[in-house]
């Protein structure tokens, strides 16, 4: 059984950067998709980043495009680097992957979910 286990969250200013981490247990996830997805107090959840198994593909959402960048080690960590952070990031932020190498941005197609990690940006 995969378990995802998100990191590296906390309290930044506006314009500070941040880099999250996914780490994979029990199990490597090498060749799966992985995702960031986030989840702002009073709202959905949204996509925002994923990356396939070859990292081949990236996908991004338009609020983070240009601010965000995935990544991966090809082992057992995907990483999110966060740039010129905004208020409107604060959320909490879930690792997902898939058990296939394709990126997608839906949540319902992806398998295994972490716990996720608060991320607070103070204006």
């Known amino acids: 059984q995969l378990q995802l286990v998100e990191s590296g969250g906390g309290l930044v200013q506006a314009g500070d950067s941040l880099r999250l981490s996914c780490a994979s247990s029990g199990r490597t996830f090498g060749s799966y998709a992985v995702a960031w997805f986030r989840r702002a107090p009073g709202k959905e959840r949204e996509f925002v980043a994923a990356?396939?198994?070859?990292?081949?593909?990236i996908l991004y959402a338009d609020p983070v495009k240009d601010r965000f960048t995935i990544s991966r080690d090809f082992a057992n960590t995907v990483f999110l680097q966060m740039n010129s952070a905004k208020p409107e990031d604060t959320a909490i932020y879930y690792c997902?992957?898939?058990?296939?190498?394709?990126?997608?941005?839906?949540?319902?197609?992806?398998?295994?979910w972490g716990q996720g990690t608060q991320v607070t940006v103070s204006s």
């Open positions: 990356i396939s198994g070859n990292a081949g593909r």
């Open positions: 997902a992957a898939r058990r296939t190498f394709w990126a997608v941005s839906t949540a319902y197609d992806y398998d295994y």
